[in-house]
């Protein structure tokens, strides 16, 4: 979910997976903890490209780069899209191999540079979309939770996400005491960058994402699986910046896969209503 500092852009060029690791630890990448889904085919949508810089829409499964977390993998998101549009590419910020949607990236060194200090200014606006187990209390609120950097990285810092229950929904999962199992589908915004900050203020708050290995509940996990839901519920839902060309801001929306979409169509939720976009 974080940013890239301005010496960390890594251009992929060609499949120079030892300067793309190099990046990738820096950064505190970790996309090894849910194991892969069904990935689409090779080639990526593009949600909007100009001269410098382009959304792409990443699929679940798909790590964005090398690292030495890779653990055998072959296929980046990198790699695929360099030879899709035939020229460098220079990541902004990154998403989990498990998370789906909008990541943004240039075409040049400079571009990269301005857009990854707008993200460090918070001019950058990212939005999510997750379900989680349970009904959180309110409508709107914030979390407000110190988070650490991640493995190796102990200091704590200032993290805060706001979030949104846009729909509420039960199964005939039993848990404890009920014969039912509730859940809600939560809009996400992080105001900070912190290491799998949205998974891990859900944690914090007992209202565990579905579909998270190493931050949910192993049980609820194992009941949408049973139900065919194999991804973890987490998708990149639109990405507002300052276009670094004109300062003109720039909106673009991730529509939710088939799989996210099915999780959806469980509970009965009315996604147009909500202002979700689905894939067609």
Same mark, same amino acid.
């Not at 989990?96 to 990541?103: E, M, V």
């Given at each position: 979910?974080?940013?890239?500092?301005?010496?960390?852009?890594?251009? %992929?060029?060609?499949?120079?997976?030892?300067?793309?690791?190099?990046?990738?630890? @820096?950064?505190? #990448?970790?996309?090894?903890? +849910?194991?892969?889904?069904?990935?689409?085919?090779?080639?990526?949508?593009?949600?909007?490209? $100009?001269?410098?810089?382009?959304?792409?829409?990443?699929?679940?499964?798909?790590?964005?780069?090398?690292?030495?977390? *890779?653990?055998?993998?072959?296929?980046?998101?990198?790699?695929?899209?360099?030879?899709?549009?035939?020229?460098? /590419?220079?990541? #902004?910020?990154?998403?989990?191999?498990?998370?789906?949607?909008?990541?943004?990236?240039?075409?040049?060194?400079?571009?990269?540079?301005?857009?990854?200090?707008?993200?460090? @200014?918070?001019?950058?606006?990212?939005? %999510?979309?997750? #379900?989680?187990?349970?009904?959180?209390?309110?409508?709107?609120?914030?979390? $407000?939770? +110190?988070?650490?950097?991640?493995?190796?990285?102990? /200091?704590?810092?200032? *993290? #805060?996400?706001?979030?949104?229950?846009?729909?509420?929904?039960?199964?005939?999962?039993?848990?404890?005491?009920?014969?039912?199992?509730?859940?809600?589908?939560?809009?996400?915004?992080?105001?900070?960058?912190?290491?799998?900050?949205?998974?891990?203020?859900?944690?914090?708050?007992?209202?565990?994402? /579905?579909? $998270?290995?190493?931050?949910? $509940?192993?049980?609820?996990?194992?009941?949408?699986?049973?139900?065919?839901?194999?991804?973890?519920?987490?998708? *990149?839902?639109?990405?507002?910046?300052?276009?670094?060309?004109?300062?003109?801001? /720039?909106?673009?929306?991730?529509?939710?896969?088939?799989?996210?979409?099915? @999780?959806?169509?469980?509970?009965?939720?009315?996604?147009?209503?909500?202002?979700?976009?689905?894939?067609?």
């Amino acid at each position: 979910m974080g940013g890239f500092r301005g010496d960390q852009f890594a251009s %992929y060029t060609s499949r120079q997976r030892g300067s793309a690791r190099g990046c990738a630890v @820096a950064c505190g #990448v970790s996309d090894a903890d +849910n194991p892969p889904v069904s990935i689409s085919p090779k080639h990526l949508q593009i949600l909007y490209q $100009d001269d410098v810089l382009a959304v792409v829409d990443k699929p679940a499964g798909l790590m964005v780069h090398d690292s030495k977390l *890779a653990r055998g993998e072959d296929d980046f998101l990198a790699d695929r899209l360099r030879e899709q549009l035939g020229k460098p /590419i220079f990541l #902004v910020h990154r998403l989990d191999r498990a998370t789906s949607g909008c990541l943004l990236l240039a075409f040049d060194r400079d571009s990269a540079s301005a857009l990854g200090k707008a993200l460090m @200014a918070g001019e950058v606006e990212k939005h %999510y979309l997750t #379900v989680c187990r349970g009904w959180p209390a309110e409508e709107c609120f914030i979390v $407000d939770h +110190n988070l650490d950097g991640g493995p190796g990285k102990p /200091i704590k810092k200032s *993290a #805060v996400t706001h979030f949104q229950r846009l729909a509420t929904g039960e199964l005939e999962i039993p848990s404890t005491g009920f014969t039912t199992s509730r859940y809600a589908l939560l809009r996400c915004q992080p105001r900070t960058g912190r290491f799998r900050q949205i998974r891990r203020h859900m944690k914090h708050l007992s209202h565990h994402m /579905i579909g $998270d290995t190493s931050h949910g $509940d192993g049980r609820h996990n194992r009941s949408f699986r049973m139900l065919g839901v194999h991804r973890m519920l987490l998708h *990149a839902e639109r990405l507002e910046f300052p276009h670094p060309a004109d300062g003109r801001r /720039i909106s673009v929306t991730a529509p939710l896969d088939v799989e996210f979409s099915k @999780a959806c169509a469980l509970f009965g939720w009315e996604m147009a209503g909500l202002g979700v976009m689905q894939r067609a």
